[in-house]
């Protein structure tokens, strides 16, 4: 072969020429054969409350007013069964008073909005439904609770420097500013605090005064230079007066060290009509003109769970704020097995709030270890799977990620694990910093924390292994 030879490109035959045909082939292909299928297929609408006998007749002032949807918002079975009428099936009914009775954690709070995302011809396969009118039915019968469950399995209160004001990372708090929401969730990771009492729980309170309470928290800041982020929740901001909200949150930027402030609710999915009315965004535009005199970053977080959750009222509230100059809108959803933890429902989920709500897709917390959550609740493994398995269909920066909380640690994403015994379900971490109560602990950088996978969904070995243990305790 001579030099010419040797330089020659390969022959045209191994590289496919362009061309239309061979193009819409490939696209075609491509598309078919891809795991979830872009662009979204649901419809983006307001459903037609008319359709739920409880809500019949009202007009869309009143389906948008947040009067109206409170007035209206659904507070125990009895009022489940009136709005819904022959929708209800008599089982499902009782699998929820039954779960009343013996499992929840949570008593039943749904706002009108809420109850009009569910699928009202298959509410016991609903998502919704799954996760806010919880049913006896839907828990596991073999291990409903993991021996290692608890009411405060985070352990916020425990790190409480004033009540309410919970200081786990160094730079970061959590004022919980009130004890209650427009709505309760079954798996709240806060039901020790949050809401009504239930068969199974009896509520903690705050004790301080709310005022009190509340210049406690600003106290601590302004000596406490090291902190620059709060996270503004509860309970939800939602259930708090503007000018309550309004006053504190100011007061929060006149601190100097304070750079970020997050306001966290629910209520802006599952009420956007409070977040519309007059008052709420005078009172918001004011703190996002101050937040930019002073160089603050104000964001809001909101909780979202599934696509059904997202209507246009969402997107509306959504624009407002975005319009105002709030940094950003982001969710923070919860890996609920039945109701989000497949490849097709996370990204249906992550599209829909990044396409028409106008929300940007931020974090999937793994389901928190309170009594009676297995039945929710994914291993470690699932959830690295998940995370896996949506990498490269959303933008970089849209793309959520899935974080396991793990007690006395915090937020960690799930391939950060040290050690993992998938036997037995146990998971080992390791952390960076000390939290508030281990400001003293020498060994506290070099332990390593446990967190535990649900038991039905580990092997016959391990499950043994676990009713041993119960045996012994």
């Given at each position: 072969m001579d030099s010419k030879s040797a330089l020659k490109p390969a022959a045209a035959s191994a590289v496919p020429a362009p061309g239309p045909v061979l193009r819409g082939a490939t696209e075609v292909a491509t598309a078919a054969s891809q795991p979830f299928r872009y662009p979204l297929e649901r419809p983006f609408e307001e459903p037609d409350w008319n359709r739920i006998p409880g809500f019949r007749g009202a007009s869309r002032s009143d389906w948008e007013s947040a009067l109206w949807q409170r007035k209206h918002t659904l507070k125990n079975l009895k009022e489940v069964?009136?709005?819904?009428?022959?929708?209800?099936?008599?089982?499902?009914?009782?699998?929820?008073?039954?779960?009343?009775?013996?499992?929840?954690?949570?008593?039943?709070?749904?706002?009108?909005q809420m109850v009009n995302t569910m699928d009202l011809e298959d509410l016991w396969s609903d998502p919704v439904r799954r996760y806010m009118l919880p049913a006896f039915a839907d828990r596991r019968t073999d291990w409903p609770n993991h021996p290692r469950a608890s009411r405060d399995s985070l352990h916020e209160a425990e790190m409480w420097v004033v009540e309410g004001l919970t200081h786990r990372y160094p730079t970061k708090v959590l004022a919980e500013v009130l004890s209650t929401c427009p709505q309760y969730c079954g798996h709240c990771t806060r039901m020790d605090l949050v809401g009504n009492d239930t068969a199974q729980v009896d509520k903690k309170r705050f004790v301080v005064p709310q005022q009190t309470r509340y210049q406690q928290i600003l106290d601590y800041l302004k000596r406490t230079p090291g902190v620059r982020d709060v996270v503004v929740s509860g309970g939800d901001v939602a259930n708090l007066p503007i000018g309550t909200l309004e006053a504190f949150v100011s007061a929060l930027m006149d601190i100097p060290n304070i750079r970020d402030i997050r306001l966290a609710t629910k209520g802006f999915m599952a009420i956007p009509q409070h977040f519309l009315q007059d008052s709420v965004l005078a009172g918001l535009d004011r703190l996002a003109k101050k937040a930019r005199t002073q160089g603050v970053q104000l964001a809001l977080h909101t909780h979202v769970n599934s696509a059904r959750q997202l209507t246009p009222l969402v997107t509306r509230a959504a624009d407002a704020l975005l319009a105002m100059g709030?940094?950003?809108?982001?969710?923070?959803?919860?890996?609920?097995?039945?109701?989000?933890a497949t490849?097709?429902?996370?990204?249906?989920?992550?599209?829909?709030?990044?396409?028409?709500?106008?929300?940007l897709p931020y974090y999937f917390y793994m389901c928190d270890m309170i009594p009676n959550s297995e039945h929710w609740r994914v291993s470690v493994a699932e959830a690295q799977k998940l995370q896996h398995d949506i990498m490269g269909y959303l933008p970089g920066f849209a793309t959520p990620r899935i974080v396991?909380?793990?007690?006395?640690?915090?937020?960690?994403?799930?391939?950060?694990?040290?050690?993992?015994?998938?036997?037995?379900?146990?998971?080992?971490?390791?952390?960076?910093?000390?939290?508030?109560?281990?400001?003293?602990?020498?060994?506290?950088?070099?332990?390593?924390?446990?967190?535990?996978?649900?038991i039905y969904a580990l092997p016959e070995s391990g499950q043994a292994w676990w009713r041993e243990q119960a045996a012994a305790s």
């Open positions: 069964k009136a709005a819904l009428g022959a929708l209800l099936p008599d089982s499902l009914a009782e699998s929820i008073e039954r779960d009343q009775r013996e499992r929840a954690t949570m008593s039943i709070l749904v706002t009108p709030f940094r950003d809108i982001r969710n923070q959803g919860v890996l609920l097995r039945g109701v989000n490849v097709k429902d996370l990204l249906e989920l992550c599209f829909t709030l990044q396409d028409r709500a106008h929300i396991c909380d793990v007690p006395f640690v915090g937020k960690r994403w799930v391939h950060q694990v040290s050690e993992y015994d998938r036997d037995r379900g146990i998971s080992y971490w390791t952390k960076n910093y000390r939290t508030g109560i281990e400001l003293e602990d020498p060994n506290a950088l070099a332990r390593r924390y446990e967190y535990y996978d649900p």
